[in-house]
């Protein structure tokens, strides 16, 4: 079955430091699109960055990069120099290739120290 | 601008009632989608439709309904056989081809038991 993990909660770092979001992920689908989506506490998802399992190159929006590695199932979010503004929950998801459905981690809660 | 619309942004419903949750999009997206979000549970699949006159089950489709009669509407019905509605609903539309195009997300609805 298609499944999402993100193992951290709650993840704090202090402002302008990089720091990672971790997600794994589970398919047997050869083709499939890996997304990180930010939600502020107002509720709207944003979306942040895009990896296609396809592309050799991890993908750059940014301040974002997707750290993708396909062998081990892994699509870790780097964010550099946070921001107070970082301060959200963060949600990985996998789309499905035949369906386009989206399937979500639980999401990593991330806040931003001054 | 183009986008989705979710109203009302709060509802409030009686024990036993139905409710219908409205998601309007005017991105001519050919997909539309529910989802419900509860707290440390990331969001879950509750329908989607891909094109007009046809939708499909997600997840947890047992004690919603939909109805997809133009590609601009897909509402939502939380009936009375739904035991646990309280949750924040989310509408969101894609183009299912596009590639690194994620979702368009509305800004949700809180739907509270009373």
């Known amino acids: 079955a298609q499944k999402i993990t993100q193992t951290q909660p709650g993840m704090f770092v202090q402002e302008k430091e990089a720091v990672t979001l971790d997600c794994t992920y589970d398919?047997?689908?050869?083709?499939?699109?890996l997304f990180w989506y930010k939600q502020p506490s107002s509720g709207e998802m944003i979306f942040l960055i895009y990896?296609?399992?396809?592309?050799?190159q991890n993908a750059t929006e940014g301040r974002y990069s997707l750290n993708f590695q396909k062998a081990r199932k892994s699509a870790n979010l780097v964010i550099s120099a946070s921001q107070l503004g970082d301060s959200a929950m963060y949600f990985c998801?996998?789309?499905?290739?035949?369906?386009?459905?989206?399937?979500f981690g639980t999401g990593t809660r991330l806040k931003v120290l001054a | 601008d183009g986008g989705i619309t979710q109203s009302p942004k709060y509802l409030f419903r009686k024990e036993g009632q139905n409710v219908t949750l409205s998601c309007e999009q005017n991105?001519?997206?050919?997909?539309m989608y529910w989802y419900r979000q509860d707290p440390g549970q990331g969001l879950r699949l509750i329908y989607y439709s891909q094109i007009v006159n046809d939708f499909q089950k997600g997840d947890i489709a047992e004690g919603y309904s939909v109805s997809r009669e133009k590609k601009e509407s897909f509402p939502l019905t939380v009936t009375s056989a739904q035991k646990n509605p309280t949750a924040f609903y989310l509408c969101?539309?894609?183009?299912?081809?596009?590639?690194?195009?994620?979702?368009?997300f509305g800004s949700g609805t809180r739907l509270t038991v009373v």
């Open positions: 990896q296609g399992s396809y592309d050799e």
């Open positions: 969101a539309s894609s183009i299912p081809e596009q590639g690194d195009y994620g979702y368009t």
């Open positions: 998801a996998m789309r499905e290739a035949r369906t386009y459905k989206y399937i």
């Open positions: 991105l001519n997206h050919d997909a």
């Open positions: 398919t047997s689908d050869q083709s499939y699109g």
